[in-house]
Structure formats: structure tokens, C-alpha cells
């Protein structure tokens, strides 16, 4: 048992509200330079939707992730030595800027400067990258709220092994729904973009599990923005060198939370520490699909545990760090209660950021049966047979009568198995059940015992799922175990953060080289 | 006099100028990057840079053998030879197309124009001159290759046994001469230049293991009372 640590992330989609202000407040700090105006380290895209860059699911196009090999091993699907080595001077597989979008700005100056005329001065579009007017075709967030749309939510990969008439039901205008989905870099514990760097600048810090480019090893080999499944290393056309997502490392050596979570209006977001064990990670990648998720979870091991406490000390892990590994939320979420999945588990990546699924979009549904006798009194119904309800003989609906086929959802965080999809979503509906119970006390308790006996959740559990959901504080939803003085990065190099340095360890600035 | 400027003085600081820029540059290694522009444009990338540099690899290498062991090309003689030289000029060409094709596809586009400064200019033009002098020596002088063997090969040495002797040099036709010069200005030029990207060629991912860990001190240490704290640091090394 080789025991680490790694800072592990859960985002409860419910609570999305797609405000962006985590991807403006990363922005802020971390890519606002040249080369930098199209990276966003955080972006949260509409489901369904296409996603930024383009399409970025869809892996027949750009070939990124870990595929099963016949002899029962796992090989990069579009890089690695062999691949990645024959395509180095042409990357065949490569995303370029136009799948994501031309950075641009407006001559705004023309607004104030314009001479005296007949018509309103307009601030036109110019690119960042040639400072020329250009149209704009694509953007940050294009696909905003746009679902049903020809154009971003019908070309959703996830739609793949949905019939036309499923696809059809989600998109009809008046029953259509969306939900929000964050991402940031997953930093995986099996990371494709470590294994396909040709010249070994990308890495996991051992002692957090952080996935870092060293910018002075980083040679544009480019084959990370192939390998990387998820789309989450960037190339910076300018300086040349390629970029990703940090976790805020230097917030989190402090102890504060990153600018993404720290900002997040919705709370939707909690940061902790899961232990893993690292001699798994080979077995668990290469299992077969159907088996990825659950042996992904047996990697993760229990912080009470006394053997498992022995063998972190063992391996230099501080107190500090166990101890948040006990008070984790990601542990609780994701191991205890057993509600958090990961995006895209058939990449096999092993990513360790974990989404509880949207419950509402999904449930909210409505068939044509708004004529049949109200179930419950207080029930709302309305008229129009179409309109958004979710009070129909169940208070909330059932899974069966879920507005998203669960085999859609499935194909996003169930690494396609429908049934641990409806599990996950029963849990969460068990959970709702049990406080409205509580709280309007319209479901019966027989009822909301049989909900919680049916997925196996205890009452204390489903009220500390929903404590730790709606009400958690600060400190409940950030657990993170400062560096210790002695050990953090400062002591070893200057990380001498300048706005405008990447605060990556060099204190030059980040031009381009000859 | 101009002779050992030109093929013994010239070489010499190139050489010189070479070691020390690449190394002085290194150190600062932010700047060592192959400086990849696929990503602003990659239609008309292919058909350049994978015959340049396939056609550039190949040509480098048939010169460092004939090179290191010069008696390989005089012994193979009469129908090898002229294989050889028939491969060694199909991969002449074909560098030579990658190069112009390049140099096109960096005018031509705008957004390239922004990644682009003089320095690329002048190493693809001079790239396209010394590419097409081999050629056209190729193509215009019948000595087979045997001739770089018994006369260029032992130049070469005698610069890198500090015996320098230009006579083999100044014996031969302008065309020679240019390209000999030509070698050495863009040997001269590399450290100043994304020419640098070859000498970080990533031959050390082939032996690699596919994850790299790094830590920042030594875990089975950091806690041992025993172990001051400076030596269980692990400074992150590069490549």
C-alpha cells in the first residue's frame, strides 16, 4: 500500500447557476496575458451542448485519453512514445484555435474619439491575435443557455447512442432543459497529458497530486492538448509553452481555497483530501468499463483506518493532512454517501473531480398526463399540458419519468451504466423526500422511510448529505491542509507572483523566446 | 589569409559562439522552445514541416557518417554509392520543398505574422540558400561522395583536432565554399534562433516511464527528527 494524498474537488451540479464567476475570477488571475485570452483553466459550458473547445467529448475527433489495448493494458489513444514521437512534427489530432474561438476585443477608443456624424460611432470586434477587425463566430460561453439549439445541443456528443425519438423528447421546446457543467483541469491520478509530454515537463506533485507544466521544461511538443481528454492543457501561441490549470497551488500551500471555489456564488463547490492508495492506479485504469467507476472509488481509501494512518505516516504524510482527510467533504460525497460521479470515467484517466448529477432538469418532467387526478393535494398543476412541472402523482416525479434520458446522463458521469446513474439520482431524491417530510411535512414518514430505506441511506446520513449540501460553511466545504512552513515552495525557489508571470517558479516574464 | 578566415577563424567562433549561446541560453530555459505555430495554423503545415524536417534529419545524419567514418563511402564505391547519392538527393529535395513550403505558409498567413520576427526570416532563407547549394553540388559536380569523404571529412576533423588545414577547402568550387560558410553561419546563428528545439529533442521519452511524480522533499524522510530539514528537500530537477 503506496499511501498519498490529492487534493480532490466535488461539484454539485444542482446548485450551478452558470454566473461564470469562477471562470472570471481564474481568468482574472491567470490568463489574462497574450497568448492566454482563449484559455479558460475554469469554463462551465451548457448540457447539452457542444462544450468548449467544440465538441471536446467526442474523441474520434480528437483522439485524447487512454484506450484498452488487446493485451488487457491501456495505450494514450492519440499520443504516447510511438504515436507521439512518429507525429511530432505534424500533430495530426491536434485542436487548433478556431475550436475553441479567436480571442477579440472592440476598438472601444472609437466610441469616445469618433468626430461629430450623422450615424452612431459602433466599437467594432478586433482580433488579439492580429489586432484586425474580424466577425466574430465563436466566443466564451457561445453555447450559453443554448439548449435545443441545432447548432450546439443537438451536436452533443453524449446524444450518441440515443434514439432520434429520445433526442427528440429532450429538445421540444416547451420541455426543454439544460443544466450547467464546470470544469476545470481534473488533476487525475492516471493524467494522459503527464504520459504524453515528450519532454517530461508535465507533472503530478507527489505531495498534493497537483498536475503542473514546468513552463521552463515545456518544449510545444503539443502532444498534452491531444492527450488530455478534457481539453484542460492549453497551448499559449505566443510564449510558445503550454498551459494549464494550477489548483491555485500557491493558494492552497496557504490554506485558502481557490479563486474558482473561493468566488463561487452558488457554493457549489468543496475541496478536501482523499488518500489514495497509489499501487492500484495501474489495475484500476486498465479495468474493464463497465468496472471503471467502482474501481476507481476502491482506490480511495478510509482516512479511520488505522492501517491506512500507519501507512500515510509511513510515507511523510503530514498529521495535518490526515486529519483533513477525515474532515473531507470530497470523502463524504464521493465514498460515504456514495452521490459524487466523474465525468467521463471511460477515459480512464482516473480524474478527481467528482460531480453530484443535477437532480432537477432531470426529474422535472412532464408527459402528457396532466389529466389524470392530482395525487396530493397541494400539488401544483397547470392547465397547460405542456408547461414545466414537477408535481405530478409523485411530488417530484420518478426516475422513470426522468425530462433527460438517464442513458444520456449516464454516457456524462456513469461512464455509460444507467443503473448507477438512477441509483445516484434516487439517493438524491430519497434525500429530498426526507426533508420536504420534515420540513412541509406533505409526504408521509412511511413514505419518506421507505425512500431512505430504498436507496440504504440512514436518516442522519440524508440529513448530513443535506446539511453538507444547502448549509455548509466556509470552513465545511474547504478543507485544506496548509503546507507547512518548512515545506511549502517558497522555501525552495522564489515564486515572486507578478501579474503578468504565471507564478509558475520563474520570476522572468513570460516572453516569447527567439 | 581570406581562406583561413573564412574556414578556419569563421568555424572556430561559430563553433564557439554555438556552445556558449545554447548553454547561456538553457540556463534561462524559458526561452528554449520549438515555438510550434500548428496551432494557429495546421492545413497547410503538413505538407511542410514533415517533408523539411524527414528530408533535414536525413540529410544531417548521411553527413555525420560520411563524417565520423569517412572510409565507409570510399569502400562501398561504384553502384551502393550512387544509391546512396540518389536517396541522399531524394531526401534533398524533398527538404528543400518542406523549407520553401514553410517559408510560404509563414508570409502568406496572417495570424503566423504574429509569431514570426526577423529571426525566422532569415534562418528559413538561409535554410532554402544551403539547402539548394547542396542540391545544385549534388546535381553539378560528378565526384560522387566519395570526394566529401577524402577531402571535406578530413577538414572537419582537422578543425575538431585543432590542426585546422583549409588547403582542401580553398581547392574547391564557390558553390562548396558557399555551403561550407553557409553550414557555419546557421551553426553560428542556432543559439539565437528556435533552432535550439533540436538540442532538446525528447530521445529521453522513448526510455521514460508514462507518469511522472515529482516530489518536493523526500517523504520517508521529511518526518525523521533525525534528518535536517535542507537535506530532505528535493529540488525539482529539469531535463
Redesign the interface.
Known amino acids: 500500500m503506496d499511501v498519498r494524498s490529492q487534493m480532490s474537488m466535488v461539484f454539485h451540479l444542482d446548485k450551478c447557476l452558470g454566473c461564470h464567476t469562477c471562470s472570471v475570477a481564474c481568468k482574472n488571475i491567470w490568463t489574462d496575458r497574450k497568448g492566454a485570452e482563449y484559455m479558460w483553466f475554469n469554463n462551465v459550458e451548457t448540457k447539452p451542448g457542444t462544450g468548449y473547445p467544440t465538441k471536446w467529448e467526442d474523441q474520434d475527433i480528437y483522439k485524447g485519453g487512454w484506450e484498452k489495448t488487446n493485451t488487457g493494458g491501456i495505450e494514450l489513444k492519440g499520443a504516447?512514445?510511438l504515436k507521439?514521437?512518429v507525429n511530432?512534427?505534424?500533430?495530426?489530432n491536434?485542436p487548433?484555435?478556431d475550436d475553441y474561438y479567436e480571442p477579440f476585443t472592440y476598438k472601444y477608443l472609437d466610441l469616445i474619439e469618433s468626430p461629430q456624424q450623422d450615424v452612431q460611432p459602433v466599437a467594432r470586434p478586433v482580433s488579439l491575435?492580429?489586432?484586425?477587425p474580424i466577425d466574430i463566430k465563436m466566443g466564451p460561453n457561445w453555447d450559453d443557455d443554448l439548449s435545443g439549439t441545432p447548432d450546439f445541443a443537438r451536436k452533443d456528443p453524449n446524444l450518441e447512442n440515443l434514439s432520434p425519438a429520445e433526442q427528440e423528447a429532450m429538445f421540444q421546446l416547451e420541455k426543454m432543459a439544460f443544466y450547467y457543467l464546470p470544469r476545470i483541469c481534473n488533476h487525475c491520478l492516471?493524467?494522459a497529458c503527464?504520459?504524453s509530454?515528450?519532454?517530461?515537463a508535465?507533472?503530478?506533485?507527489?505531495?498534493d497530486g497537483v498536475v503542473l507544466i514546468?513552463?521552463?521544461?515545456?518544449?510545444?511538443?503539443?502532444m498534452c492538448?491531444t492527450a488530455c481528454p478534457y481539453k484542460k492543457t492549453y497551448?499559449n501561441?505566443?510564449?510558445?509553452?503550454s498551459e494549464k490549470c494550477l489548483l491555485c497551488f500557491p493558494r492552497i500551500e496557504a490554506g485558502i481555497a481557490p479563486a474558482c471555489m473561493h468566488t463561487c456564488v452558488g457554493r457549489i463547490r468543496y475541496l478536501g483530501v482523499l488518500l489514495y492508495d497509489a499501487d492500484k492506479i495501474e489495475a484500476a485504469a486498465s479495468a474493464d468499463e463497465k468496472d471503471l467507476i467502482s474501481a476507481q472509488m476502491d482506490i480511495y481509501l478510509d482516512p479511520f483506518d488505522p492501517d491506512v494512518i500507519a501507512a500515510a505516516?509511513a510515507?511523510?504524510?503530514?498529521d495535518s493532512t490526515i486529519q483533513a482527510a477525515q474532515e473531507s467533504p470530497v470523502y463524504k460525497f464521493v465514498k460515504e454517501w456514495k452521490v459524487a460521479l466523474p465525468l467521463h470515467a471511460e477515459f480512464r484517466t482516473l480524474p478527481n473531480l467528482f460531480y453530484v448529477p443535477p437532480l432537477l432538469p432531470v426529474m422535472a418532467t412532464i408527459s402528457e398526463r396532466s389529466n389524470s387526478p392530482k395525487v396530493n393535494e397541494i400539488s401544483k398543476q397547470w392547465d397547460d399540458k405542456w408547461l414545466y412541472d414537477t408535481s405530478l402523482d409523485e411530488i417530484f416525479g420518478t426516475i422513470e419519468q426522468t425530462r433527460f434520458p438517464l442513458k444520456y446522463m449516464a454516457n456524462l458521469f456513469g461512464a455509460g451504466d444507467e443503473k448507477l446513474m438512477a441509483d445516484k439520482l434516487n439517493k438524491l431524491m430519497a434525500v429530498r423526500i426526507y426533508r420536504r417530510h420534515k420540513t412541509v411535512g406533505d409526504i408521509s414518514k412511511e413514505k419518506s422511510d421507505e425512500a431512505l430505506r430504498k436507496v440504504g441511506l440512514s436518516e442522519s446520513e440524508a440529513e448530513a448529505l443535506f446539511n453538507l449540501t444547502t448549509l455548509a460553511k466556509f470552513e465545511e466545504r474547504f478543507v485544506i491542509p496548509a503546507a507547512h512552513r518548512?515545506?511549502s515552495?517558497e522555501?525552495?525557489e522564489s515564486t515572486a507572483d507578478v501579474k503578468g508571470s504565471e507564478g509558475f517558479g520563474?520570476i522572468?516574464r513570460?516572453?516569447?523566446?527567439? | 589569409m581570406v581562406d583561413n578566415v573564412l574556414y578556419i577563424a569563421f568555424p572556430y567562433v561559430a563553433i564557439v559562439v554555438f556552445l556558449i549561446g545554447s548553454i547561456y541560453r538553457y540556463k534561462?530555459?524559458?526561452?528554449?522552445?520549438?515555438?510550434?505555430?500548428?496551432?494557429?495554423?495546421?492545413q497547410k503545415?503538413?505538407l511542410a514541416?514533415?517533408p523539411?524536417?524527414?528530408g533535414i534529419i536525413v540529410i544531417f545524419l548521411f553527413h555525420l557518417i560520411g563524417f565520423i567514418i569517412p572510409p565507409i563511402n570510399i569502400s562501398l564505391g561504384g553502384t551502393t554509392l550512387v544509391v546512396f547519392e540518389t536517396i541522399g538527393l531524394i531526401f534533398g529535395f524533398l527538404a528543400l520543398f518542406g523549407i520553401i513550403m514553410l517559408f510560404i505558409r509563414r508570409l502568406q498567413n496572417?495570424?503566423l505574422?504574429?509569431?514570426t520576427?526577423k529571426?525566422d526570416i532569415v534562418i528559413e532563407i538561409l535554410l532554402i540558400l544551403q539547402i539548394l547549394l547542396g542540391v545544385l553540388t549534388a546535381i553539378m559536380y560528378k565526384w560522387g561522395a566519395g570526394w566529401y569523404s577524402a577531402d571535406m571529412a578530413p577538414y572537419l576533423w582537422s578543425l575538431f583536432t585543432f590542426n585546422p588545414d583549409a588547403s582542401a577547402v580553398a581547392a574547391m568550387p564557390l558553390l562548396v565554399k558557399l555551403h561550407v560558410i553557409g553550414a557555419f553561419l546557421i551553426i553560428l546563428l542556432i543559439p539565437?534562433?528556435?533552432l535550439?528545439?533540436f538540442l532538446?529533442a525528447?530521445f529521453?521519452?522513448?526510455s521514460?516511464a508514462?507518469?511522472?511524480?515529482?516530489?518536493?522533499?523526500?517523504?520517508?524522510?521529511?518526518?525523521d527528527p533525525n534528518t535536517p530539514?535542507r537535506e530532505t528537500?528535493k529540488?525539482?530537477q529539469?531535463?
Not at chain 1, 202 to 207: S, V
Open positions: 504516447g512514445k507521439g514521437l511530432i512534427f505534424y500533430n495530426p491536434l487548433v484555435i491575435i492580429t489586432g484586425k492516471n493524467p503527464v504520459a509530454c515528450p519532454s517530461g508535465i507533472y503530478k506533485r507527489g505531495e514546468n513552463q521552463e521544461v515545456c518544449r510545444a511538443w503539443r492538448i497551448y501561441w505566443s510564449t510558445g509553452k505516516k510515507n511523510g504524510i503530514a518548512e515545506q515552495i522555501m525552495l520563474f522572468e513570460p516572453v516569447r523566446g527567439l | 534561462f530555459g524559458f526561452k528554449y522552445s520549438t515555438l510550434s505555430s500548428q496551432f494557429l495554423e495546421t503545415l503538413y514541416s514533415v523539411f524536417h524527414v496572417e495570424r505574422q504574429m509569431v520576427n529571426m539565437f534562433s528556435r535550439v528545439h532538446v525528447p529521453h521519452y522513448i521514460r508514462y507518469q511522472v511524480v515529482r516530489w518536493n522533499w523526500d517523504r520517508k524522510t521529511i518526518r530539514w528537500i529540488s525539482p529539469n531535463n
